[in-house]
């Protein structure tokens, strides 16, 4: 129950509403429920984290660098440098600090997974912007990117702020490095 819920009231009141009553009784011998189960897996697979909408067709950008616009929310990100997939492949933003660059592969109309963030991209405002979400896997931070291509501005925004002002390559888990290996620090 760390996923970014501004209600947690809520998640916790469904919790008792559904979760609870499935524990209430066994209806087979052996004391599980086959059609409840069953119910369940399907309802289980279906279940998939919506990528970013995508309106339309965006503009054709090359390679380029994008500079904070002025209602950016991350001062600390100074610079995105964006490289086109080609095809199937892959868009590449590369998003720098001072501490250093993270690099993430995003696609369109799907999440694309790299180490510990995951990625999806879409054209929005009549093909003029284009919109990446950034989930970084081992924190419950979501990070809203817009691009302009035309301004080749960007603003970055927190879905939920993080309780720390980090460095983005280390929103992860605190032992990923390793022991003994040398943490970024703020």
Known sequence: MTGQSEDMQGVLDRAWEHLLPAFAGPDDADGSDRSADSALAERLASLGLSPVPTNGVGA???????????????????????????????????LVEEDGPLA?????????????????????????LLAVDVIFLETPH??????????????????????????????????????GAERVRP
């Open 104 to 128: 993430v592969a995003a696609r369109f109309g799907h999440w694309k997974t790299n180490d510990a963030t995951a990625a999806s991209a879409g054209w929005g405002g009549g093909g003029a």
């Open 142 to 179: 979501r990070l809203h990117l817009t691009l302009d291509w035309e301004e080749l501005t960007f603003v970055a925004r927190w879905e939920t702020e993080p309780l720390h002002d980090l460095p983005l390559r280390s929103m992860r888990k605190p032992d990923a490095a390793g022991p």
């Open 60 to 94: 054709p950008i090359g390679a380029g660098q994008y500079l904070p616009a002025p209602d950016n929310a991350l001062p600390r990100l100074t610079r995105i440098d964006v490289a086109p997939g080609h095809g199937t492949n892959p868009w590449t933003f590369t």
